[in-house]
């Protein structure tokens, strides 16, 4: 700390000759009345001696200050720099457009409202980014930049390729008995689905005769999840056999070779990421014998990523084709019809509600179709285009109303 002392006649006096001497952070502390020496020791007379000191303080905000102008020095050079940065960059896409134009027709149709409107609702509608991109490529290549000024045309196309991007799987039930084993994650409605199946195939359709169905459960670990399926079982009058060992399945449909038409084997719901589980599930492939078909039940409300994750993950079982459950709990199919499209894996049903056995209807592009939100869907067009999957549907939604 700098302390001074300065004598003067006054008060007033003193503290001018402080501030022209050390400025504004000069801090007065005490102050006394002298005898200030006169000429040759003569005529001395009272004065005022002040006491003080330098303000660090302020010492501290002039540097800041300085600081600050040494900042903002540096910030003027950067913005210098960044506006040197934009200059150039204003150049490369100046460059990179003049280059696009090149070619013509392609990045000016990209923008084109048609285009951009239905890039907006694929979007809208979940659908995954390469199938997004493949639809676009498909417009460009198809529609000339006149035919794109025709919204309506468009969007109906792209429904089509949509519709026939879905791959369907028809269940054909010729081997006697046919074994079928539905596979997939905890929760999505895979019990309820067999249930449906049962009731369906057991009760028949105009196409086909009543079949000789059995319920086979391998879910003897949960609470509950016997009595879930063996209710349905009786409700309906169809025999559901417990296996508690996969030697036990092996000899439970040993004993339906003779007169029964369809087993239908519900198992448990396994995390995909249950590595171990699913490898001794994958045991019961084996058990359930060469003719048995397994097929992978995934709830249409999953994600992309995750319905990756989890078809990949059942890989070993090669299901045959994907159930989609749930899909009345979901607005967007775009996530579902992508996957399935990128796996190649059709579908074989489609379930949308929890009554047993109406809400399932055999695959069809239709009931995903109509789903679609934003597009303006022409339904007589499409049922003709795609047609409904089966009777199942159409058969139990008319029996209530004809009081049957
Ligand atoms: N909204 C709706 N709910 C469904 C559908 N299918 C099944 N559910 C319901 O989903 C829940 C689970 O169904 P389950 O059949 O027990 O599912 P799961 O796959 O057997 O389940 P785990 O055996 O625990 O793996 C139940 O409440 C069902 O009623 C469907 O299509 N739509
Ligand atoms: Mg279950």
Partial sequence: MQYFTEQAGSQGEAIRRIKDKYGESARILTHRTVRLPGFLGIFSKDGVEVTGYISEDSGVKQQKKLDLEEEKKKILA????????????????????????????RDRREDHPTVEKIRDLLIRNDFIYDCIEGTIDRIREEFSLQDLDDYDRVQDSVIEWLGDSI???????ESSPKVMILVGPTGVGKTTTIAKLAAVYGIGSPELRPLNVRMITIDNYRIGARQQIETYGSIMGIPVSTAETFDDLRKTIALYQKDVDLVLIDTIGKSPKDYVKLAEMKELLTAAGTQAEAHLAVSATTKASDLREIMQQFEPFNYLSVVITKLDETARIGNIVSVLAEKRKPVSYVTDGQRV???IQRASALPLLLRLEGFR????????????????????????????
Avoid at 380 to 394: D, H, T, V
């Fill in 78 to 105: 950067s913005v210098k720099t960044e506006q040197t940065m934009q200059l150039v960059l204003k150049e490369v896409q100046d460059l990179r457009d003049k280059l696009d134009s090149v070619p013509l027709t």
């Fill in 167 to 173: 791959g369907l799987y028809e269940e054909k039930i």
């Fill in 357 to 359: 056995p109406q809400d």
């Fill in 377 to 404: 869907v022409n339904r007589q067009k499409l049922e003709e285009r795609f047609p409904a999957g089966s009777p199942m549907k159409i058969e139990w939604d008319r029996r209530p109303r004809n009081g049957a």
